[in-house]
């Protein structure tokens, strides 16, 4: 796993039993305004409506290529963390906690009730930090039904996470994971250049 974590100290030295807000007034308003539109006009809509959910999250900043699709009921934490390429895809009831950037590179699925979380704390120090790392799926992964992806982690192309797995570790290209934790059970039997046809 690549260390491109970013620890998040707390804005001013507060006591502990006080806390502190990790983002600016400004972040913070922004993402209210986003959950608040999200909410009325995005989450709930008919699930064909895949141009309209990319246009609202590309007006807050995500990077959604024609062609992905964002399924209704997906949780988004900040859409300007959000990149999705060609035929890339989060299903229903996905939650993209992107507290640092998700990047779904082409044909990369994340099926229905997946969480892709970019954020943790620091348990070692006392005034618990936030701490974010982006999570890149590769193209041609999949992400199955109910997993967990942990900060940091990119799957390799052609790889997949089976339902309810776990992972907080890179997965290899053109393996299949299972478990919690994940762990490799086999190779797949598609080779990388069938996926181009």
Known sequence: MNDRRVVHPLPTKVPLKLGGATF??????RRFIWYVVWACLGKWSPRPMFGWRRLLVTLFGGKIAQTARIYNNVDIWDPANLDMAVFACLGP?????????ITLAPRALVSQGAHLCCGTHDVDVPEFPLVTSPITLMEDCWIAAETF????????????LGARAVTFLDLAPWTIYAGKPATPKRKRKIAPSDSDN
């Open 24 to 29: 600016p007034v400004l972040h913070r308003v």
């Open 93 to 101: 009831g996905v939650n993209a906690y992107t507290m640092a950037k």
């Open 149 to 160: 992806v942990g900060p940091g982690v990119t799957v390799g192309p052609g790889a997949v």
